[in-house]
């Protein structure tokens, strides 16, 4: 998957994540949560786990956790992912 | 049997996630009127990422996918099937084609995802003065369709009437609709209650319903919101010893089942 455009999804409600997506020469992921110190690790292989089955390889990831579940993490990136690459801007 | 639905807009994970531990007995993830056109995508891909990964334990899980005239009803479909839904709401029916080309797309679904052929049931959201008119017919189009339900906003707006609380406006749609359903041996889902901050209403409402419009039906099922599962549990808790005094089995050899009916109920 190629991303075009910048991208995001989410909302910033508690238990949701709001994620941005930006086309980049190379793959940076930045994290902010609550409880990074506890989940950090977690989520962040969470998103790479999405970002190779999805074929993401460069790229700017920004996610503002607010307590999300690994599944709204997961649909959250993916939906953005998906929006990039279709080139909508958002 | 379920006695309880409770609607969730389908692209608010805090409610879905409510709905791991609020008492209903069935979820409807709700990707139409609640989602708003931008956010179809988002919603779709929310709940078909819960349905697969969350365990809801005994639930039944359905989704409200979009009108089949939209853009969005077949890639809801794709994206819930897959995932564990079990029964469609299908908004706004009116026409048997839409329900034969659901079928077609569920038929596909199924094939392709390896679930059961036929497994995905269907429930028909009756919400306009054709789909009540037609409501026998309809629900007699598909083996799939297991229940009919009704809509009263949607229909008291088509009919272009004022939705009241007394509720009288849609009496006859109600009665109709039960008819309908027993006639084509489906099961009949009352209309939500929409204001959830008066439970009050809703438990007249629901009192109502019970003794006067659905005591054709074996048992009294409503789709709700939030606020009011346990108000409406409550209600059928107290109509199950009423059943069980004063509904007489027909038939000896329906005893034991009518009775876990009402027990379940």
């Not at chain 1, 790229?59 to 998906?82: F, K």
């Not at chain 2, 379920?2 to 791991?20: A, C, D, Y």
């Not at chain 2, 007699?140 to 906003?153: C, F, H, I, P, Q």
Request: with cysteine; net charge negative.
């Amino acid at each position: 998957m190629k991303l075009l455009n910048h991208a995001k999804a989410g909302t910033l409600e508690s238990g949701d994540v709001f994620i941005t997506v930006t086309p980049g020469e190379e793959l940076l992921i930045h994290l902010d949560s609550p409880v990074k110190e506890q989940f950090g690790d977690a989520i962040m292989d969470l998103v790479q786990k999405v970002l190779e089955e999805q074929e993401v390889t460069s790229g700017t990831i920004e996610l503002s956790d607010q307590g999300a579940l690994d599944c709204t993490i997961r649909a959250r990136l993916i939906t953005a992912l998906e929006r990039a690459s279709k080139g909508d801007v958002s | 049997m379920k006695r309880s639905l409770l609607f969730i807009p389908g692209n608010r994970p805090n409610m879905i996630q409510n709905g791991l531990v609020l008492p209903a007995d069935a979820l409807i993830f709700d990707l139409e009127d609640s989602v708003l056109e931008e956010e179809k995508d988002a919603a779709r891909t929310l709940v078909a990422s819960a349905l697969s990964s969350l365990d809801f334990g005994l639930k039944e899980l359905v989704v409200r996918i979009n009108e089949m005239s939209s853009p969005h009803a077949l890639k809801d479909i794709e994206a819930v099937v897959p995932a564990g839904c079990e029964s469609i709401l299908l908004p706004k029916t009116e026409h048997s084609d839409d329900i034969l080309k659901l079928d077609g797309w569920l038929d596909t679904v199924e094939q392709a995802s390896g679930i059961p052929p036929g497994s995905t049931s269907l429930i028909l959201l009756i919400e306009t003065a054709l789909g009540v008119e037609k409501a026998f017919e309809l629900a007699r189009v598909s083996k799939r369709v297991k229940a009919l339900a009704l809509g009263a906003e949607d229909l008291a707006a088509d009919l272009g009437c004022e939705r009241t609380g007394e509720g009288t406006e849609i009496l006859y749609s109600r009665t109709r609709l039960v008819i309908a359903a027993r006639a084509a041996d489906v099961e009949v889902f009352d209309t939500p209650f929409t204001d959830a901050y008066d439970e009050q209403g809703c438990f007249l409402d629901t009192v109502f319903a019970r003794n006067w419009v659905l005591t054709a039906s074996s048992a009294y099922r409503r789709i709700i919101w939030r606020r009011s599962i346990r108000l409406l549990h409550r209600v059928k808790k107290r109509w199950k010893t009423h059943l069980r005094c004063n509904r007489p089995c027909k038939k000896p050899n329906e005893k034991g089942e009518a009775l876990w009916r009402f027990a379940a109920a």
